[in-house]
DNA sequence: AGGTTTTATGTAATCGATTACACGAAAGTA
DNA sequence: TACTTTCGTGTAATCGATTACATAAAACCT
């Protein structure tokens, strides 16, 4: 059995009052100096530990920040919270999970919950948009919670937000494809409610434009992030009158699908067809024919979405900050896309 | 602003008690039905909600529970996150992250910060082995708080764990190298003071004796769960007076070094030489010369082990039990090592 | 009516730590 | 010496919810 000691029983141990002994553990600049060496060590003698929960409900403040991802078995969002983990850990934070495997009704539950919890804040990448669900975020407000979204982020005030440029994205992909002779260019997009999938869309488009290049709007296809839905999409846009000679995909996992289709096909790559995705997901870089790719830096988004909270967490609720950061996306370029040089 | 709304205002709205708020809402059988109804209508348009803190504080129950890993950023321990996550959501609990980065002071760190964050249980994957550190385990124990191993074990007592059988991994993998046709057999083991690689390096000991092969020191080598490490250990192996004809590795990072490496010496894959992994990493599937490898169906490890932290979570503290689960591997045979049909 | 049981609610302690306020003792000042 | 500060510690309230115990009112019984 192991009792668990209180202040109260040191107290009792030297014949002083808990609230001395409390004072000497914080190091109060009131206490006698014997007597604080005295309560300290005999606090490590009786192994006591601070009860973290009675002074959280003091105090208001538990020490817990929640991070809620639509999954975290994706290297992506597991890399965020690495991120989050490393910069807080110092700074005596614990990390919740929470995962809303894209459902908004989880996503009100998951943010309710961690209010409930009494979090001191929460970082968060939006699952998706719908025009009722504003009420669980402004609850969070309300109830003065730091709330910081990253990556998929959703316009609301007073929410700090830390992103990567994907128009900026978007177009170093698809002028680099331009680059490499690709005339043709098809894009792999998703959800337009959110933002990061139309600022990529809108990257490729400008590319095009910048590049003396028309848009087509077939060659658009909206798809989901899975290898399937990129080798339907490949299936589709082979049937064009004029079929497109590249693939820039918003996510890494159709690039992978288109590939494999265009081989299926005994399309050559990269010469015949070129293919570039988005997120830097570890085996695009693995694969013998390696995918060119966006990297996102998810591990800076991270721990700069910690840094934020961590200014926003102390600054008493006199002013509201809202703070935008923007990441510079990276463009791996890798064999799937190289055709010039070696 | 937001006033935090407590049983207490309830309580002088309606002119009555606390106590009567707390038992109305938490459907106390002595409460009239006319005025729990009330107390419910009243405390649902105040907008209250519960502080879990005041209840964790004093029912000594926080309801969350604490997960330690090396990295979370890996598809293995993510996947287990994710299936701890999604068992004990339903049940309420919320899961705090914890990453060790392979340290046993950050392990010992993150076993007491849990334990004084009053977690209502551990599950973790052990980082390492050091004699001393027991008492870090004893801590929690003595706490009577539920901890639970997951994949990399350690014998405590009172101690449950969800593992692989790892030895049959390991015996499966070898068995199918053989089946192939490979008759020099080399080993990527790790760290021998967890009892994953022991038990995979004895299950492949166990496959070469049960087929007539012997058993050859120098063909077991130890490395690092990398692709670099992979690489090196390939080239050891290729400067023996009989080179392997087939890895069987622990790590799938390590046999996809092993892999970049045999390639770029023109050695044929499978033809002349077969590969199989460990841990069945999404990469290893995604490859154009995808990688055999041994599953260890994560998810459900994950699921598991929060099922054993259910049922040992109410056992008042009288008896200890101890439960070892030991799931089933599987071997996904790819093209890495399939020179047969096909 | 008088006595007993049941029902519904109030009273107050409790979980463990923090802290405003009070107060006696020691030290400083004139 | 008498009076004011300063110092160190004690007293008691507080954070918000739960609950053992007490009690008043209502219901039941003969």
């Given at each position: ?16 009052t808990?609230?001395t002994?409390?004072r ?14 005295l ?17 959280a409900?003091k ?9 809620i ?12 919270i690495r ?5 807080l ?12 495997h ?16 009494q ?13 009722e ?14 709330l910081i979204?990253?990556?998929r ?14 128009f ?48 087509n ?7 989901k ?16 009158e ?38 830097n ?13 966006v ?6 988004m ?9 200014e ?14 923007v ?16």
């Amino acid at each position: 059995m192991s009792e668990k000691v209180t202040i109260y029983d040191i107290a009792e141990k030297l014949n002083i009052t808990a609230a001395t002994v409390s004072r000497a553990l914080n190091n109060n600049p009131k206490i006698k100096e014997a007597t604080r060496e005295l309560v300290i060590k005999t606090a490590a003698a009786m192994n006591y530990k601070q009860n973290k929960l009675a002074l959280a409900l003091k105090s208001g403040r538990s020490n817990n920040i929640g991070v809620i991802v639509p999954r975290i078995d994706s290297n992506f969002f597991a890399s965020v919270i690495r991120g989050i983990e490393e910069e807080l850990y110092p700074h005596g934070y614990q990390v919740i999970i929470c995962q809303t495997h894209e459902s908004i009704k989880r996503e009100n539950e998951n943010l309710h919950t961690l209010v409930d919890a009494q979090v001191d804040g929460i970082m968060m990448s939006v699952t998706g948009i719908s025009d009722e669900n504003d009420s669980a975020f402004r609850n969070v407000l309300e109830k003065n919670v730091p709330l910081i979204f990253f990556d998929r982020s959703k316009h609301i005030d007073g929410v700090s937000s830390v992103t990567i440029n994907d128009f900026k994205g978007g177009y170093l992909a698809t002028k680099h494809l331009i680059d490499e002779g690709c005339r043709n260019i098809a894009h792999f997009s998703g959800d337009q409610s959110l933002d990061i999938f139309k600022n990529r869309f809108l990257g490729y488009k400008q590319a095009l434009l910048d590049n003396g290049l028309p848009f087509n709007e077939e060659y658009v296809i909206f798809t989901k992030s899975s290898v399937e839905a990129g080798k339907d999409a490949v299936d589709k846009l082979l049937q064009l009158e004029t079929p497109p000679d590249a693939i820039f995909s918003s996510s890494d996992f159709a690039a992978l699908g288109a590939i494999q289709e265009l081989k299926e096909r005994n399309i050559s790559i990269p010469s015949e067809f070129c293919v570039a995705g988005f997120s830097n997901e570890p085996f695009t870089k693995f694969m013998e024919l390696s995918i060119t790719s966006v990297d996102q830096s998810p591990l800076e988004m991270g721990r700069m979405s910690a840094r934020v909270f961590l200014e926003q967490v102390d600054k008493t609720d006199t002013i509201k900050i809202e703070k935008k950061v923007v990441l510079a996306p990276e463009l791996h370029i890798r064999k799937s896309s190289t055709r010039t040089n070696f």
